[in-house]
């Protein structure tokens, strides 16, 4: 019952934009923490960017200044703007939710952001 989606990966050239979406559906969405988590080739998953139920955000250093998170609750959406993009942005982007309370994870399937000239 419980789904993340995500969607619109590609392929884009460096200084390019891509924006990320992530549908949520089958729990309370709007009382989770949602991040943006990425695994490049090689790699361990890494934290990208949360956004908590109250709206604050948090960025990797990496990406700060660049990327965006937002929901809208009401839409059961959740955004991870990238701009300025560079090749070591190259990697499979997942959506995460989780609840502080009970602990618990939900992830997508991931979408591939590839980002080269």
């Not at 392929?11 to 549908?23: E, I, K, N, T, Y």
């Not at 709007?30 to 109250?54: D, F, H």
């Amino acid at each position: 019952q419980v789904q993340l989606v995500e969607s619109g990966g590609g392929l884009v050239q460096p200084g390019g934009s891509l924006r990320l979406s992530c549908a949520p559906s089958g729990f309370s969405f709007s009382t989770y923490v949602m991040s943006w988590y990425r695994q490049a080739p090689g790699k361990e998953r890494e934290l990208v960017a949360t956004i908590t139920s109250g709206g604050s955000t948090n960025y990797a250093d990496s990406v700060k200044g660049r990327f965006t998170i937002s929901r809208d609750n009401a839409k059961n959406t959740v955004l991870l703007q990238m701009n300025s993009l560079k090749p070591e942005d190259t990697a499979v982007y997942y959506c995460n939710a989780y609840h502080t309370g009970l602990r618990i994870n939900y992830w997508g399937q991931g979408t591939r952001v590839t980002v080269s000239s």
